[in-house]
């Protein structure tokens, strides 16, 4: 590829990245976009979350004479990336309002002699008058925007005080911009290069697919039992827990502890003190899970999030993606179950009726999106990626409900399908899904009653199987176009492709009716992440690993990320040399925690021989 960095380049980076990041190996697309950072060309990043998208522009960083500005929207984001820097023995510092005089006169010390490599700003602050005038006398190599998908008004994020930054190329001419986001969409993609006014920029667009994200979808009928069967399969781990509102917050929250899980809430009607502290119990794992409204989770760098789960349906697939992808930021394996209602639909229905004017259809078409996502029988991460304009080569993900077969398909669809449409049919189409299901399985309800719609040909016609399944048929069949929800109340009507169906032209795919299996098949992922792993010795090393954050300050993820212990406590490594070699353990790091590790391994290898 015409961009690949020059070969003594290339080296050069391994060798930085081996220092001080202790990986042997760059991911897809980092050594192209180090190569445009290097080259001085202004570029924008697409990668996901748990791309490497920070190492493309911190290793070059260090290859640099001068200073790298990164423009950072959240301070927590910042400290984070700044202390994973220092502790991988680079200079950065940061800049911002939650900082230690200390601090502060540290980073500034280093940025007059000319040390510090990285510097961490808020937009507002480097385009400020004390900004400007602190970085005049600074040799900028490069400003690099992280989530610069907040300068676009179509982004999902969009910041007033990012705007600004189109000021950028004016203030500092010359000065390469480096943008950075997981945002996909193109519309987003294009916004960003005519915002900042990038010249000629090297766009790189990573593939967005999470593999080794496990993705699950329920229909949500007894919530608080789905939430905790998924928390109980992830003993020990961190989670976190998405609802609608603040008062399913507070609920689930209450009910989670009051069965014994460690649990905290937050959402933005939490007093600001306490909500900090709840957020910083489950940075430093005091608590296991965050019960959360999406007030939660931008800024939240933590990389060990081993599951989401969504107790109430996201507004959008973009939502979706966001929140589910804070888990497994280090690449190895997490789930993500999304549980989702026909009442959570009515909820985002309501709430955006009554919160947006402008961007009110886009909304609901986002809405609908998602919805025909939870009620569709495609693989997930297909979807996923199809939603962004990619596709999958893989024709089975191995990791999600569909694909590990989690979920079967009727073998009757054709027949149980044309039951639903002929019944839609004699209902004269003017009522919604739960009253025709209602009369498909033959329930004895007033309104039925009293419409006499007992005595259709089609009541009861689905009695055999529970209104749940059949609900989910109808949504099945809404989700593949056969069925189409219309006017105020959804009321079902069918479609040209449902006419054929009727006519057994057809047939769509419907999910089976039984109970879900009860042994899941594990992913290939989780299988090969904890191949060889000796799990109890990483439990050791999780210990210590949090007690030494304690002691530091830092969140354990900082001190190591999983990947990290999983590989010790899979190759045990008795001597530096060979702590050295694994995952994620660099010069500093060997040199500041090789001596409280090795005794550790030593100890629980010579244990375990006896
Ligand atoms: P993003 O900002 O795109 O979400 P991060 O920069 O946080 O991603 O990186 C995601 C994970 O990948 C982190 O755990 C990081 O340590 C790891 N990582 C980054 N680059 C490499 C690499 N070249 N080799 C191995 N792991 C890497």
Redesign the pocket.
Known sequence: MQNLLDEPKLDAVKRI?KKH?G?D???PQ?AEAMSAALAKRDSLVV?P???????CFQAPALLCAGLTVVVSPLISLMKDQVDALIYSGVSAGRLDSSQSPDERSETLRLLNDGSLKLLYLAPERLLGAGGLELLKDANIEAIILDEAHCVSMWGHDFRPEYRRLSELKSVFPGTPIHAFT?TATEKVRDDIVEQLSLDDPEILVGLFDRPNLLYKVERKNKTLEQVTEAIKRHPGESGIVYCIRRLDVEKLCDNLNQAGFKTAPYHAGIEPEQRKANQEAFINEDIDVIVATVAFGMGI?K?NVRFVIHAGMPKSIEHYQQESGRAG???LEAECLLLYSGGDYGTWKRILENSEQDGLEISLRKLNDIYDFCTGVTCRHRGLVNYFGQDLKAISCDACDICLGQLDLADDALLISQKIISCVMRLDQRFGAAYTTQVLVGSQEKRILEFRHDTLSTYGILSEYPARAVRDWVEQLVSQGYLQKTGEFNVLAITEPGRDILRGEDTPRLLKAVEKKAKTRTSKQVSENWEGVDKDLFDELRALRKTIAGRTGAPPYVVF?D?SLRDMARKKPLDRAAFLEMY?VGESKAQKYADEFLPLIRDHTSANKN
């Open positions: 990245v990041w990986y190996s760059l991911l980092q990668l979350t748990g791309g490497g998208k920070s190492l997981a760098d990389s930021r280090d690449r990320h990947t994620g």
